[in-house]
């Protein structure tokens, strides 16, 4: 199972970004996909996560300004970042849990400066 994740790079305070990050591979099932973060010096923290039935879950903080999506016919989640803020700069990491187990992504970079 590969995941390839895209849509990271430098952004301006108040921008947005939309990652996105493919799965592909022996797949029968996806339960749960999912983005965690780790910034530099900090552990890797849950950003959201959707369940196959679309239930989602968000982080406090990005509450408002994230929104998680997919789309299972291309085994695909999405999170769009909107209002970013200078302490949303870390790497993203795509997961998924699947019926064989759970699979990271290798991360995208979003770093928000000015």
């Known amino acids: 199972v590969q995941l390839e994740e895209s849509g990271g790079g430098l952004v301006q305070p108040g921008g947005s970004l939309r990652l996105s990050c493919a799965a592909s591979?022996?797949?029968?099932?996806?339960?749960?996909m999912g983005w965690f973060r780790q910034a530099p010096g900090k552990k890797r923290e849950l950003v959201a996560s959707i369940t196959s039935g679309g239930s989602t879950d968000i982080a406090d903080s990005m509450k408002g300004r994230f929104t998680i999506s997919r789309d299972n016919a291309k085994n695909t989640v999405y999170l769009q970042m909107n209002s970013l803020k200078p302490e949303d700069t870390a790497v993203y990491y795509c997961?998924?849990?699947?019926?064989?187990?759970?699979?990271w992504g290798r991360g995208t970079q979003v770093t928000v400066s000015s």
């Open positions: 591979g022996s797949i029968f099932k996806i339960y749960t």
């Open positions: 997961k998924i849990l699947g019926v064989t187990g759970a699979y």
